[in-house]
């Protein structure tokens, strides 16, 4: 078996005073899709933050591609491959897709061939809007721009964080689509998500994590039927 694409153990992470994670242990196989569940302040979008560095980290290990990056900066963490998708999209409300797109592109190393064309052939809603500035877009079209340049960087790890969140089911399908392509294309998927149906219909494997613990990991479709742990940790 291969190592992972991600390992992470023992982790502790904190927002100043207040702990968020407390030993949490993962791992994430490379070329998986793995979705972190559970409930708001479960700790599945401080755990992505923590592997970006943008939380601080006092204790633990985080480690990749045979390198501990543990409390590295987030530009450090991006340029040995890891892209991440925030939350709140965060585009640049005043430059145009192009622009945005432009932004995030990063030269591409062996074997990774994402570009502007391909980009567009993944999500055909932004060719024609490649002009319009970032922050006239729907939430939805924001998503897929911000996803595109994630992609620009040409990841082999890309972490989404609740990418279906407050979207039409439309463009929840089309997220969910394109989750399925990344992953066909050999990309490690590590998304954080409340929506369980989403996550079952993209994931191969699931972590649910409860009070900055993980309790159980495994496969996604053991998990969404296992009812004790549905009931207990993935229902409002």
Do not use: C
Request: glycine share 10%.
């Amino acid at each position: 078996m291969s190592d992972p694409a991600l390992r992470i153990t023992g982790l502790d992470a904190h927002y100043g005073a207040a702990q968020a994670l407390f030993g949490l242990d993962l791992e994430v196989p490379r070329g998986s899709v793995t979705v972190l569940l559970g409930r708001n302040g479960a700790g599945k979008s401080t755990t992505l933050k923590a592997i970006m560095g943008l939380v601080d980290v006092s204790a633990g290990r985080i480690e990749t591609a045979g390198q501990d990056i543990t409390r590295w900066p987030p530009y450090r963490v991006n340029r040995i491959g890891v892209g991440y998708v925030p939350e709140e999209r965060r585009v640049f409300a005043g430059l145009s897709v192009d622009e945005n797109l432009l932004v995030g592109t990063r030269a591409a190393a062996a074997g990774q061939t994402w570009s502007a064309e391909r980009i567009f052939d993944l999500f055909p809603p932004l060719a024609g809007m490649r002009d319009r500035l970032a922050g006239q877009l729907s939430g939805g079209e924001q998503q897929m721009l911000t996803i595109a340049r994630t992609l620009l960087g040409n990841p082999d790890i890309i972490l989404l964080d609740e990418p279906s969140e407050g979207l039409a089911p439309v463009i929840v399908q089309q997220i969910a689509a394109t989750v399925k392509t990344l992953s066909g294309e050999g990309l490690t998927v590590l998304l954080s998500e409340q929506n369980v149906r989403f996550a079952t219909h993209v994931a191969d494997r699931a972590a649910v994590i409860e009070r900055g613990r993980v309790l159980v990991a495994g496969p996604m479709a053991a998990i969404a039927e296992d009812e004790r742990v549905r009931d207990a940790y993935l229902t409002p």
